[in-house]
T-cell receptor, first 113, second 113 residues
Framework: QKEVEQNSGPLSVPEGAIASLNCTYSDRGSQSFFWYRQYSGKSPELIMSIYSNGDKEDGRFTAQLNKASQYVSLLIRDSQPSDSATYLCAVREWDNYGQNFVFGPGTRLSVLP | DVKVTQSSRYLVKRTGEKVFLECVQDMDHENMFWYRQDPGLGLRLIYFSYDVKMKEKGDIPEGYSVSREKKERFSLILESASTNQTSMYLC????????????FGPGTRLTVT
C-alpha cells in the first residue's frame, strides 16, 4: 500500500515567521509531487508542484524535494494569518490504468497575529 | 484558467433517495476523479475515469456508481442514499500527459437525513 505521511499538526507559527511543512512518501519510483492548500469548508487548491530534486520557489512558497530520502517539504516565508489552512501533500503514482494520486492526511497550519 | 464546476454546493436528501452529483471541466482533461472527504479520514477515492465511457473503482466504491458519457462531464450517483454517505464530495480532473496537475471543483456538501 503506497503511503504519504504528514504531521497532522496543528503547527502554530507567529505572523512573519517561516512555516515548514513536511511530507514523506513510500514509493521510491514516484516522480511528481504536489502541495494543496485547503481552507475550512473549501476544496483543495493547488499551490505548488515539483518534479526534480532541489528547491522550487514561487513567491513566498518554496517546495523542496529529496528523492533519495523520499521527502518533500513546503516552506512558507513571511507567514500571514491568511495562510492558516490545512496543507495536503499529494504524490502522483502510476498503475495498470494510468495515473493516480495518493494524498497525505494534511497538516493544519495556524499563523498567529 | 482552469475550471472544474460541480452542480451543487449544498444538497440535502432523504434516506433511500437516488442522488446525482454532476461535475464538469473545461480543460479537455482525460482523467476525472470523485473523492469524499470526512474529518479525520482525509481524501478517499470513490471512482475515477481515464477516458470517456471508462471507469474504475477507487478505494470506497460501495453504494456509488458513475457515468462518463462525454469527456467534460463525470457524474457520481448514489443509488440509495444512506446517512453514512453524508460527506463533502470533491470532483477533480487531470491531464495525464506532461505535469499532470490535478484540479478540484468547489465541492458538494451532501447531507442525508
Amino acid at each position: 500500500q503506497k503511503e504519504v505521511e504528514q504531521n497532522s499538526g496543528p503547527l502554530s507559527v507567529p505572523e512573519g515567521a517561516i512555516a515548514s511543512l513536511n511530507c514523506t512518501y513510500s514509493d521510491r519510483g514516484s516522480q511528481s509531487f504536489f502541495w494543496y492548500r485547503q481552507y475550512s469548508g473549501k476544496s483543495p487548491e493547488l499551490i505548488m508542484s515539483i518534479y526534480s530534486n532541489g528547491d522550487k520557489e514561487d513567491g513566498r512558497f518554496t517546495a523542496q524535494l529529496n528523492k533519495a530520502s523520499q521527502y518533500v517539504s513546503l516552506l512558507i516565508r513571511d507567514s500571514q494569518p491568511s495562510d492558516s489552512a490545512t496543507y495536503l501533500c499529494a504524490v502522483r503514482e502510476w498503475d495498470n490504468y494510468g495515473q493516480n494520486f495518493v494524498f497525505g492526511p494534511g497538516t493544519r497550519l495556524s499563523v498567529l497575529p | 484558467d482552469v475550471k472544474v464546476t460541480q452542480s451543487s454546493r449544498y444538497l440535502v436528501k432523504r434516506t433511500g433517495e437516488k442522488v446525482f452529483l454532476e461535475c464538469v471541466q473545461d480543460m479537455d482533461h482525460e482523467n476525472m476523479f470523485w473523492y469524499r472527504q470526512d474529518p479525520g479520514l482525509g481524501l478517499r477515492l470513490i471512482y475515477f475515469s481515464y477516458d470517456v465511457k471508462m471507469k474504475e473503482k477507487g478505494d470506497i466504491p460501495e453504494g456509488y456508481s458513475v457515468s462518463r458519457e462525454k469527456k467534460e462531464r463525470f457524474s457520481l450517483i448514489l443509488e440509495s442514499a444512506s446517512t453514512n454517505q453524508t460527506s463533502m464530495y470533491l470532483c477533480a480532473s487531470s491531464n495525464p500527459s506532461g505535469t499532470g496537475e490535478q484540479y478540484f471543483g468547489p465541492g458538494t456538501r451532501l447531507t442525508v437525513t
